[in-house]
């Protein structure tokens, strides 16, 4: 009896798994930025994927392939918003808490500080039953302005201009905090004028410092 020889291995290779198209990703900043105009415009509720694609003239298909839904466009397009540069070598350095403070108010920084203002608002009614969504909004809208006064307060303790005791955590929430109750509370806007009188009338006497006299 003769046993049959065994059987060659097959060399024939498995046939290529086909990827699917990539998706491109290039033009979603600017999806992002025509969501967070929208958003700013008629809140979450009037908002649609619909209007946010007409914005950036695009296909609604194109979006809903890349966010399923409007909360998911909402949370990346909040997060886009995150563009406060903290970089201490970009930031003012006068010598003086005051002077760093009022250096940090120019016209583009008062536009953008109220479209986020608008941005939140019109998130209000969805942040309380959105966890993640609040922690995207606090960290794009509060964090960012938050951060940048806490540096301010640090170099002014370094320096000997305020006691090294200050509550910086406290205090590098008072303008975020009163901005935003000007805008969402009040409805009003928030100028120049106002953001001195919160520095010389606010933050200054809290660290005993007085604001220059009225020339």
């Known amino acids: 009896m003769t046993l049959a020889e065994p ?42 994927i619909e209007m946010v694609a007409a914005r950036a003239k695009a296909g609604k298909a194109t979006l809903y392939r890349r966010w399923a839904s409007k909360s998911e466009l909402v949370i990346d397009a909040v997060a886009c918003m995150k563009k406060g540069d903290t970089d201490p070598r970009k930031l003012p350095d006068t010598g003086t808490l005051r002077g760093d403070l009022v250096a940090m108010i120019k016209p583009h920084s008062i536009e953008d500080g109220e479209k986020k203002l608008k941005v939140m608002t019109g998130l209000a009614s969805l942040l309380a039953r959105s966890p993640e969504l609040a922690d995207a909004v606090n960290a794009a809208i509060v964090d960012p302005r938050a951060k940048v006064n806490r540096l301010f307060f640090e170099r002014a303790i370094a320096r000997g201009e305020i006691p090294a005791d200050c509550d910086v955590d406290t205090l590098s929430m008072v303008s975020p905090s009163m901005t935003a109750y000007r805008t969402l509370i009040l409805k009003k806007s928030v100028d120049r004028p106002f953001l001195i009188s919160l520095i010389d009338g606010v933050i200054l006497p809290a660290v005993g410092l007085r604001a220059p006299a009225a020339v």
Not at 23 to 32: A, K, M, S
């Open 7 to 48: 059987e060659a291995p097959s060399h024939t290779s498995a046939e290529p798994t086909k990827l699917g198209r990539k998706r491109d990703h290039t033009r979603d900043p600017e999806i992002l930025q025509c969501a967070v105009d929208v958003l700013a415009e008629e809140g979450y509720d009037g908002m649609t």
